[in-house]
T-cell receptor, first 113, second 115 residues
């Protein structure tokens, strides 16, 4: 099955700086890669996603890049704000008739004011 | 519609008891998923339904776990003879078939504590 690894496990940044989280996946057939943000006591909320036919996607301060050859994808958050503090998860979907998501272990991001 | 809802939000039970959780997906979402999340980990897939049909079950889903979606709307997840290792957050997600979207929308979860 799909195996997703995520690094780093914790990340502390100064407000206004950038944060980068990296993930690798094992199944070359995977074709959908979402990123979720989870705040304490809440369910994961989608913040951005990318499909395998696209190399990069941006939404305001958030961007995701995908390298299919290397089987890795990254989340970039620019101009970080205190409200960006949360746990972030990357995930991958294998494609075809396999609809489940395989998640990384998460990155706890702390934005220092 | 306000999103995926789950009930209860918290459940404390004693080892050996049975528990049942409910998930109400977003209206007209055909696919419904159950995941389990333990502290410090990402969600792990348990099972999913397309309408009322349960199409895939993870090996994590032991025979003490059963899930149903009888009318293709809400779903229930039952755990029989709970063990301390069942303590986790149980998350439900849904998405529609129409439109080809892969985005899964998650509910707030049910946090289970087995004493």
């Amino acid at each position: 099955g799909e195996n997703v690894e995520q690094h780093p496990s914790t990340l502390s940044v100064q407000e206004g700086d950038s944060a980068v989280i990296k993930c690798t996946y094992s199944d070359s057939a995977s074709n959908y890669f979402p990123w979720y943000k989870q705040e304490l006591g809440k369910g994961p909320q989608l913040i951005i996603d990318i499909r395998s036919n696209v190399g990069e996607k941006k939404d305001q301060r958030i961007a995701v890049t995908l390298n299919k050859t290397a089987k890795h994808f990254s989340l970039h958050i620019t101009e970080t704000q205190p409200e960006d503090s949360a746990v972030y998860f990357c995930a991958a979907r294998a494609g075809g008739n396999d609809y489940k998501l395989s998640f990384g272990a998460g990155t706890t991001v702390t934005v220092r004011a | 519609d306000t999103g995926v809802s789950q009930d209860p939000r918290h459940k404390i039970t004693k080892r050996g008891q049975n528990v049942t959780f409910r998930c109400d997906p977003i209206s007209e979402h055909n696919r419904l998923y159950w995941y389990r999340q333990t502290l410090g980990q990402g969600p792990e897939f348990l099972t999913y339904f397309q309408n009322e049909a349960q199409l895939e079950k993870s090996r994590l889903l032991s025979d003490r776990f059963s899930a149903e979606r009888p009318k293709g709307s809400f779903s229930t997840l039952e755990i029989q003879r709970t063990e301390q290792g069942d303590s986790a957050m149980y998350l439900c997600a849904s998405n529609p078939i129409a439109g080809g979207t892969d985005t899964q929308y998650f509910g707030p979860g049910t946090r289970l504590t087995v004493l």
